[in-house]
């Protein structure tokens, strides 16, 4: 049987319960819905994740930085033509910047983060799972802490100024560690991407001489930007290896 309101009184009464009663239901109904994962902390690994903190100023010494450590080793081994630069994005991966890296990134979670799952198969018998594949070779030690020290701090991508001593220019001091880490991923005795090989001094010596490797690094017309996926090198690198060139290019 429907009773129907004597007043206005008792209509908003009525009225009142009605919607005391939706917003109990609709409270419930949201205490008993998942939570919702922090971003960077996805189990599917699709979140970007970390952080963006613009400095202005150095780089803390204490911190891996993204841009200067981490991306040029992603880079030069991973983001090359077939596997997972812009135009071949291999399994939809394009690991070429923060945002394509932190897809499988976990901050704070090395062993949870697939970047390190495929960094650390190497070798085993999940092998071809691999980054890089062969015949490329597998990441030196230092490279594969350096990536997990940074996942580690948070996987951040700090801005900031790293530094750099241009009055410095030794090949073993300033040029070499800059072609280990951006270059020899591609070009090396295994992989001579483009018929170029930077393994070694002789090699490197031989680019020197040439203009290709100024010219690359530089952007130069006529001359194949390398590194061909992601940011150009700091500009205080480039102005060590074209001093260094200048010099004679020394073995020193």
Known sequence: MIVKPE?????????????????????LTACQTDPVNPVGDNPDNS?????????????????VIFQYEVLPIIVSNCAMS?????????EGLRLVDYEGVMKIVRPGKPNKSKLIKYLAV???????????????????????LTIRTWIEQGAENIICN?????????????????????CLGCHNNSLQSGNVNLEGYANVK??????????????????VPMPPSGSKLPECQITRIRKWIEAGAPDD
């Open 47 to 63: 979140g970007n994740g970390g952080d963006t903190t613009a400095l202005g100023g150095d780089c803390p010494p204490d911190k």
């Open 7 to 27: 007043n206005e009184r008792q209509m908003k009464t009525i009225w009142r319960n009605i919607v005391a009663a939706l917003m109990a239901v609709m409270v």
């Open 122 to 144: 190497w070798g085993s018998e999940d092998g071809d799972d691999a980054m890089p594949p062969p015949p490329m070779s597998p990441l030196s030690e230092q490279e594969y």
């Open 162 to 182: 790293p530094g750099c001593d241009t009055t410095v220019f030794t090949f073993s001091g300033a040029v070499y560690p800059v072609i280990e880490q951006s």
């Open 82 to 90: 077939g596997c997972h630069d812009l135009e071949s994005h291999k």
């Open 206 to 223: 031989a680019a020197a001489d040439n203009g290709s490797l100024l010219g690359s690094i530089r952007w130069d017309a006529g001359y």
